[in-house]
T-cell receptor
């Protein structure tokens, strides 16, 4: 069966520090991969979307970047975190017509 | 552009009462529609989905939703709410990309509180 792993679960980082969140999928090949950010009362904002290795679509301009070095690995990064980067980050994958989510990473920038 | 509106930010119901969560979408073609539920600090779990066919779809945990094209709506319903249903609910609309799901856009969510 397909599973999605996202880590770490929680992270506290100082302003200006780098960020790397990793997401891996098992049990499927060539999935579409997504990074969402969830801020309180604002729903889920699609940050990045990837349909294949090295193919990244950015939905909104921001302080973050994404990479897909392997078929089932999706990484969210930042060189220098801002306070406004705090939030709950969710990785998701889809194939066929359903999307499945990881358990999320709670990022607090202090 | 695709968008999803959930007009109710917070709904409170008594246990055993019926529930309807509203969702309206804007999409230029036949939409793929979803309802997800999120417990605090957790990821999202799919409740149900609509792609085509019967406009009344059944999901897990006793939930159902009805697709009404004329109203661009996909409201979620449950005849009798349980205390364990307290959570945040998200409606989403997806685009097709060939034989797979493409981008998935979410509403802002509706927080459900259940009184005992």
């Amino acid at each position: 069966s397909q599973t999605i792993h996202q880590w770490p679960a929680t992270l506290v980082q100082p302003v200006g520090s780098p960020l790397s969140l990793e997401c891996t999928v098992e049990g499927t090949s060539n999935p579409n991969l997504y990074w969402y950010r969830q801020a309180a009362g604002r729903g889920l904002q699609l940050l990045f979307y990837s349909v294949g290795i090295g193919q990244i679509s950015s939905e909104v301009p921001q302080n973050l970047s994404a990479s897909r070095p392997q078929d089932r690995q999706f990484i969210l990064s930042s060189k220098k975190l801002l306070l406004s980067d705090s939030g709950f980050y969710l990785c998701a994958w889809s194939s066929s017509f359903e999307a499945f989510f990881g358990q999320g990473t709670r990022l607090t920038v202090v | 552009a695709q968008s999803v509106t959930q007009p109710d930010i917070h709904i409170t119901v008594s246990e055993g009462a019926s529930l309807e969560l509203r969702c309206n979408y804007s999409y230029g073609a036949t939409p793929y529609l979803f309802w997800y539920v999120q417990s605090p600090g957790q990821g999202l779990q799919l409740l149900l989905k609509y792609f085509s066919g019967d406009t009344l779809v059944q999901g897990i945990k006793g939930f159902e939703a009805e697709f009404k094209r004329s109203q661009s709506s996909f409201n979620l319903r449950k005849p009798s709410v349980h205390w364990s249903d307290a959570a945040e609910y998200f409606c989403a609309v997806g685009a097709s990309r060939g034989s797979t799901l493409g981008r998935l856009y979410f509403g802002r969510g509706t927080q459900l509180t259940v009184w005992p």
